[in-house]
Nanobody, 121 residues
């Protein structure tokens, strides 16, 4: 059973930086798509950044140039470096692991517990 544990959230002033980390248990991390999502009250959870098993990255338009996602397969971790933070970046950030299914295995879609990021103006 895969489990994800996030860390690194907190309170920061606008223009500051935070680094989120997500540690995964199990042996499938290196084969999985990893993503960071953000949720604010009253809105759907939205993708912030993702990184494939071959380290291809994808970012939402709102964070391009400010956030960087990276993975360390040797340590089963994924990080989100957040720079030039803005108040609109505030929310609960969730780590996600996805691995597609095949005829011999079910797909996997696992979420962490979330970590709060608050950016003050």
């Amino acid at each position: 059973q895969v489990q994800l544990v996030e860390s690194g959230g907190g309170l920061v002033q606008a223009g500051g930086s935070l680094r989120l980390s997500c540690a995964a248990s199990g042996s499938i991390f290196g084969f999985s798509l990893m993503g960071w999502y953000r949720q604010v009250p009253g809105r759907q959870r939205e993708l912030v950044a993702s990184i494939s098993s071959s380290s291809i990255t994808n970012y939402s338009d709102s964070v391009k140039g400010r956030f960087t996602i990276a993975r360390d397969n040797a340590k089963n971790t994924v990080h989100l470096q957040m720079n030039s933070l803005r108040p609109e970046d505030t929310g609960v950030y969730y780590c996600n692991l996805k691995r597609g299914g095949t005829i011999v295995r079910n797909p996997i879609d696992v979420w962490g517990q979330g970590t709060q990021v608050t950016v003050t103006s």
